[in-house]
């Protein structure tokens, strides 16, 4: 069964990208702020 892929908005995008531009926070800890995984 395959899964269906997560879309996300232009806004949650641009909110998440700012908290590690603005903030200086890692991918990983936006993404567990955001209550996303991360998968890499």
């Known amino acids: ?3 269906k892929r ?3 908005s232009r ?3 641009l909110a998440a ?3 590690v531009v603005e903030q ?3 991918c990983r800890q ?3 702020d955001l209550e996303r995984s ?3």
């Open 6 to 8: 997560r879309t996300f």
């Open 11 to 13: 806004e949650f995008k």
């Open 30 to 32: 936006v993404a567990r």
């Open 1 to 3: 069964m395959s899964q």
């Open 24 to 26: 200086g926070l890692s």
């Open 17 to 19: 990208v700012k908290k």
């Open 38 to 40: 991360v998968t890499t």
